[in-house]
């Protein structure tokens, strides 16, 4: 079946503009991931969505950043302002009811100029 | 801060050969461990999920756990070329939702 989807695949962007990322779930997975990915850093965990539940939002960096997810599928993942440290792959994962295996999908390469 | 630690490599082993991959955590409250695998520029892709003591097989790989040592490994077996690329390990933080990553140990398969 179809895996996690995100789009753009790249940005490029200027200083101080907003961007948004988009990631489509695995369909039926309930659970939904942002992490990002520095150059030479480990993946840093953003935000975490699960069904109808408030997110929890403990890992995103400032308060640029903000995500949503509606209807329990698609999820939106602003950065407003962005700075060149933004510069990052904004990888999104799904996973299944009642699992803990994370799914990636193919990441949104984000440059600020 | 919650960490997961891995040699970042690279480690170079030849054709055929096994692979061996470690990685230690700092959170005694994990439970559950995977193993990605992330080419050059691609997303990571999950080789194995292990979550009790002792050794989990899947073909050519084997991830062990021994969360008295707070360690995890993977082993590949006969080694090929297209096994090279970064192995990300992860634990699973008692959030029971955020996976803490290590930076990935290089591994480079030459045939």
């Known amino acids: 079946g179809a895996g996690v989807s995100q789009s753009p695949s790249n940005k490029v962007t200027e200083k101080g503009k907003d961007v948004e990322l988009r990631c489509d779930p695995i369909?039926?997975?309930?659970?939904l991931y942002w992490y990002r990915q520095s150059l030479g850093q480990g993946l840093e965990f953003l935000i975490y969505?699960?069904?109808?539940?408030?997110?929890?939002k403990s890992g995103l960096p400032s308060d640029r950043f903000s995500a949503e997810r509606t209807g329990g599928s698609v999820s939106t993942l602003t950065i407003q302002r962005t700075q060149q440290e933004d510069s990052a792959v904004y990888l999104c994962?799904?996973?299944?009811?009642?699992?803990?295996?994370?799914?990636f999908g193919p990441g949104t390469r984000l440059t600020v100029l | 801060q919650k960490e997961v630690e891995q040699n970042s490599g690279p480690l170079s082993v030849p054709e055929g050969a096994i692979a061996s991959l470690n990685c230690t955590y700092s959170?005694?409250?994990?439970?559950?461990f995977f193993w990605y695998r992330q080419y050059s520029g691609k997303s990571p892709e999950l080789i194995m999920s292990?979550?009790?003591?002792g050794d989990k097989e899947d073909g050519r790989f084997t991830a062990q756990l021994n969360k008295a040592s707070q360690y995890v490994s993977l082993l590949i077996r006969d080694s090929q070329p297209s096994d090279s690329a970064t192995y990300l390990c992860?634990?699973?933080?008692?959030?029971?939702?955020?996976?803490?990553f290590g930076k990935g140990t290089s591994l480079l398969v030459t045939p």
């Open positions: 994962a799904s996973s299944p009811p009642g699992a803990d295996t994370q799914y």
């Open positions: 969505f699960q069904g109808n539940s408030a997110p929890d």
């Open positions: 292990i979550y009790s003591n």
């Open positions: 992860a634990a699973l933080g008692v959030s029971g939702y955020a996976l803490n």
């Open positions: 369909s039926g997975h309930t659970a």
């Open positions: 959170d005694r409250g994990s439970q559950s």
